[in-house]
């Protein structure tokens, strides 16, 4: 069983049945449409996308939270339905996106920090004190903030919270879900240089999915790129966030702002039928958008195959189309 | 109301200080901001989180928690003063002439009303229209923000959206009364670069339309960079810098604005694994007396004489620094 990655997903996809009216009928939304990635141990996976195309659903469904509609997750091997709750929380540990309602509002700072320790009957007391102590210190908290309740906390200081439960337990796979948008760059560049030496230290797994995607290449060696409930494109960060195949990851990277004064807003590259998981478009779900579709991307949903350089994309453009493109 | 208020700002703060009580004594949570904004520009605040950011937008909005207190010198919209005005005319002007988008969705968004709803009664309360005319305005906003069927969306509750698009909701319902004056806390953290840039494009539009004035918190010195007008730096309660973008960002004057460009990750330029700049040292507390400059702790260049309070200094085009370094120590090693 060694052979096996620390995170397999084979072909998940997640249906949610919405109302669409008072008196309309209800219809299916898809939010992952059909996703496999694998992780190892030790490493990390950027997973960058628009917004609503189904990052956070499949954190959900990696951590457990939520149960694939079709498809398998697997977990050091095994289904992560079949694992038991504990033993499924020393495995996996989220960090949300949201530093707010992830944290218990009546919970002071240390009980939020020990209690998964408590919850496992790690250590004495002590122990566990000491232990909260070291974590809020990683993680750039004072001591004074322990005693504090979430309400107490600026967004960035309840961040840094959830990044310490979170690693208390010294999980193998870590599921972090924007967990540096709360945070200033200078508080960002500590958690993110933390998250770093815990990896090398602990030889932690990273799923990390990012709206930032220089942050997502400082901490992930391989980036999958999202859209509408699919990966569309999948490489080395490099490769994929400095030459992308892949229309959508073109106009992401287009979109990004570098922080230069003498420069205004760049030009939107994207037309603005924005998409719509009621109703995926026939073909490539980007092709209403793409400004290179041609008839197949309409017909034909392109698979993820591997280009020139070691990518993955699904796109049904030629390398010289999309070369003479740029 | 009259126009005619010296400053010509649509905004005035002058002097905004807000105490907390906390168990271990009073937390000066801002103290002694100045800030002010023209109609159709756009003014950032960045700085290090939990530095009173979101506290100085509430104070504005006189939406801070019941147990704060707020002293200002002036806190005036369109010339009006928001302290001496009674609580019917500040929640009239709340949503109307001046709207927040908050931080964190789950506060605005109340999780048992459809989006829908929340979306038409700020329109319809503040006596916008009728709910049909309501109702088409959500439908315009949410589109110009970017969500697809938008009018199917409207029966959703919060928790079927995904963290972005209720940020979008949140803006939308920013937008519903067209106000004069928009305070936008971290409006876009949740969102991809191109919706991002979508709605940095949107409110530039609104901006030149309706001579909106923004007031934008954010962390991402990129969208400060492509938009801000002016930027004021927070740090530990306080205003340390503000002025012209161009200047603040080529020229700044506070070490921990130095800082903070120092720490920004450039995209193309990371390597897997590479650590970034960081600010060493921990923001001072702010319970009890403080004294001198906060950032001395952490600051390189820190001297006897910054133990001592900081006045103000002033340069060119109403650059504002706290700091006793002469000119030229700050500029980029490299
Ligand atoms: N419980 C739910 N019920 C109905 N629809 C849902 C539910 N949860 C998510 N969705 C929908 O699924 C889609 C994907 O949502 P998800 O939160 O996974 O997006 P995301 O990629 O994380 O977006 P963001 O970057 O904005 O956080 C969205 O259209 C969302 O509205
Ligand atoms: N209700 C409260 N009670 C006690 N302290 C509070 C309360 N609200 C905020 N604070 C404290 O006031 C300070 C400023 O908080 P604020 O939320 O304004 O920070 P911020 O600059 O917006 O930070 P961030 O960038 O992380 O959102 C913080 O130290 C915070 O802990
Ligand atoms: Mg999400
Ligand atoms: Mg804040």
Redesign the interface.
Known sequence: MSAAPLLELRDVRRR?S?????F?PRRTLTAVAGVSLRLGAGE?LGL?????CGK?TLARLVLGLEAPSEGEVLVAGRPIAALHRLERSRLVQPVF??P??SLNPRRSIAEIVTQPLAVHGIGTPAERRDKVEEMLGLV?L?P?HA?ALPA??????RQRVAIARALVLRPALVVCD?PT??????????I??LL?DLRDRLNLSYLFIS?????V?????RVAVMYLGRVVEEGA??QV??EPTHPYTR???A????????????A???G?????P??IPPGCAFNPRCSFAFDRCRAEAPALVQREGGTLAACHLSAEVRVAAL | MSGAHKSGALLEVSGLSVDIP???GVLHAVRDVSLAVRRGETLCV??????GK?LTSLAIMGLLPPSAQRRAHRLALAGEDLQAAPARRLRALRGDRMAMIF??P??CLNPAWTIGNQLEEIFTWHGKGNRRAAHDRAVALL?RV????AA?R???YPH??????RQ?VMIAMALMCSPDLVLAD?PT??????????I??LL?ELQAELHMGLMLVT??????????DRVAVMYAGEVVEEGP??TV??APRHPYTR???D?????????????????PG?VP?LVGEVQGCAFRTRCAFARPECAADVAPRHGPDAHMWRCVLPPGMLERAA
């Not at chain 2, 960045?46 to 530095?51: A, D, I, K, N, T």
């Open positions: 949610y919405v109302s669409s009216g008072l309309a990390a960058v996308g628009e917004s609503g956070s996106q949201d707010y309602s750039g004072a004074r005693g107490q906390l600026s967004g960035g200081q924007e948008s709360a945070l200033d760059v200078s508080v960002q560049a500590q993110l240089n770093l709206h930032n995607l220089a942050v290449q400082m901490l992930a060696a960060g490099r966030l400095t106009a992401l990277l979109s990004v702002l570098t922080p230069d004064p003498m420069q205004g807003l760049p939107m590259r994207l603005t039928a924005f998409p719509d009621l109703d | 906390t168990e271990a960045v700085g290090e989180s939990g530095c979101s931080q964190d789950m506060t589109e970017g969500m697809a069927n199917g409207l029966s959703q079927q959206l995904s963290g972005g698009l979008r971290e953290t949740a969102l991809d670069a191109t919706i991002q840039l979508g940095l494009q530039a962390h991402d010195l990129g969208v400060v960079a492509r938009i801000a973008a161009r960002f080529t800082g903070l460009i720490c920004i990750p450039q995209p193309d330029r990371m390597v897997p694994g590479q650590r970034l700049g960081t600010i921990m507390s």
